[in-house]
């Protein structure tokens, strides 16, 4: 037997989590730090967050896939985007146009997922989960999106910047694109034309001149690669907005530093919401010596209880 190997790998008993009335998150989070299974990988990935907000050096990427914005993240985002924690957002049409739906006072509603669909259809609700959305609202949407591409200018522009001038046309502090553009914080989303956005885009185009270049914003988010002296990726879910962010690595000197991912998705089927990032290692987009962990979650469950202990960390320091 070897000794020295078994006393390598028994050297850290599990801890049982007490726990005592007023915690704050943060206490209740270094309950779990003591704790196994998801627990400790919660743990882990707030001791991973703290490192890479309070790094002085780090550019700190977010990916921001799934249905987030309906669910009620979106104030998170902004308020992180807000606060410098986020200098790069990464996400899907989806949630900007959930957004933008929020953003025009126009809400999301507490549903269920045992519903009659069909009931649903022939009453003009749409549903997400157990998030309902009136058909009305994509009527108010769509009109004002063409109001916003009649006042595009008429060179060629780039995603991003069609972000940013829909996000100059918001009233919502609350607003993810608002906030950003705001901030001066770049919004990337690859596959804009798969959402309502896009498709108002196109219907758009049909009659007027719009010109907008899907590789232009390859270019600027390459500067940011290049000129990141450390890397930070928090990454909700996988798809676009993950493999946009780990791809970008791949010409570049270097890999990621640090690496979080939440998702309930599993390795096996070879899709991406479910590869680990230690796989992400083996091409070079996430470094050898990076701090990484991925917590298997909800991430409505798990990104809120992270950010609010990281946060309650920050404002110690």
């Given at each position: 037997?070897?000794?020295?190997?078994?006393?390598?790998?028994?050297?850290?008993?599990?801890?049982?989590?007490?726990?005592?009335?007023?915690?704050?998150?943060?206490?209740?989070?270094?309950?779990?730090?003591?704790?196994?299974?998801?627990?400790?990988?919660?743990?882990?990935?707030?001791?991973?967050?703290?490192?890479?907000?309070?790094?002085?050096?780090?550019?700190?990427?977010f990916g921001l896939a799934g249905a987030?914005?309906?669910?009620?993240?979106?104030?998170?985002?902004?308020?992180?985007?807000?606060?410098?924690?986020?200098?790069?957002?990464?996400?899907?049409g989806a949630n900007m146009v959930h957004?933008?739906?929020?953003?025009?006072?126009?809400?999301?509603?507490?549903?269920?997922?045992?519903?009659?669909?069909?009931?649903?259809?022939?009453?003009?609700?749409?549903?997400?989960?157990d998030v309902y959305l009136p058909d009305?609202?994509?009527?108010?949407?769509?009109?004002?999106?063409?109001?916003?591409?009649?006042?595009?200018?008429?060179?060629?522009?780039?995603?991003?910047?069609?972000?940013?001038?829909?996000?100059?046309?918001?009233?919502?502090?609350?607003?993810?694109?608002?906030?950003?553009?705001?901030?001066?914080?770049?919004?990337?989303?690859?596959?804009?034309?798969?959402?309502?956005?896009?498709?108002?885009?196109?219907?758009?185009?049909?009659?007027?001149?719009?010109?907008?270049?899907?590789?232009?914003?390859?270019?600027?988010?390459?500067?940011?690669?290049?000129?990141?002296?450390?890397?930070?990726?928090?990454?909700?879910?996988?798809?676009?907005?993950?493999?946009?962010?780990?791809?970008?690595?791949?010409?570049?000197?270097?890999?990621?530093?640090?690496?979080?991912?939440?998702?309930?998705?599993?390795?096996?089927?070879?899709?991406?919401?479910?590869?680990?990032?230690?796989?992400?290692?083996?091409?070079?987009?996430?470094?050898?010596?990076?701090?990484?962990?991925?917590?298997?979650?909800?991430?409505?469950?798990?990104?809120?209880?992270?950010?609010?202990?990281?946060?309650?960390?920050?404002?110690?320091?």
């Amino acid at each position: 037997m070897d000794f020295g190997a078994s006393a390598k790998n028994l050297s850290t008993p599990v801890k049982g989590a007490k726990i005592v009335p007023n915690m704050t998150v943060d206490e209740l989070v270094k309950e779990y730090a003591g704790c196994a299974f998801g627990a400790g990988r919660l743990a882990e990935a707030v001791d991973i967050y703290y490192e890479m907000l309070a790094s002085g050096k780090t550019t700190k990427f977010f990916g921001l896939a799934g249905a987030m914005t309906p669910a009620g993240m979106r104030n998170i985002i902004a308020d992180l985007i807000r606060d410098g924690y986020i200098d790069v957002l990464v996400t899907t049409g989806a949630n900007m146009v959930h957004d933008t739906v929020e953003a025009l006072g126009l809400h999301h509603y507490k549903g269920s997922d045992c519903a009659n669909d069909i009931q649903l259809r022939h009453e003009c609700i749409d549903r997400i989960y157990d998030v309902y959305l009136p058909d009305q609202h994509f009527t108010d949407l769509e009109e004002f999106l063409q109001g916003v591409y009649s006042g595009l200018p008429q060179e060629n522009l780039s995603i991003r910047q069609v972000l940013t001038e829909i996000g100059k046309n918001l009233d919502d502090d609350s607003s993810i694109l608002k906030t950003a553009a705001e901030m001066g914080v770049p919004v990337y989303c690859p596959a804009l034309q798969d959402s309502v956005i896009g498709l108002q885009a196109w219907l758009y185009k049909e009659g007027n001149p719009l010109h907008v270049d899907a590789f232009a914003d390859m270019h600027e988010f390459m500067d940011i690669c290049y000129g990141a002296e450390s890397a930070g990726a928090m990454l909700l879910g996988g798809g676009v907005p993950k493999n946009y962010i780990l791809q970008s690595m791949l010409v570049t000197p270097r890999s990621f530093d640090y690496a979080i991912q939440l998702t309930m998705d599993r390795p096996e089927t070879g899709g991406l919401s479910g590869a680990t990032l230690d796989e992400a290692q083996s091409w070079g987009k996430v470094g050898e010596d990076a701090k990484s962990v991925t917590v298997y979650a909800d991430s409505t469950i798990t990104l809120p209880l992270i950010v609010s202990a990281v946060r309650t960390r920050l404002s110690k320091r």
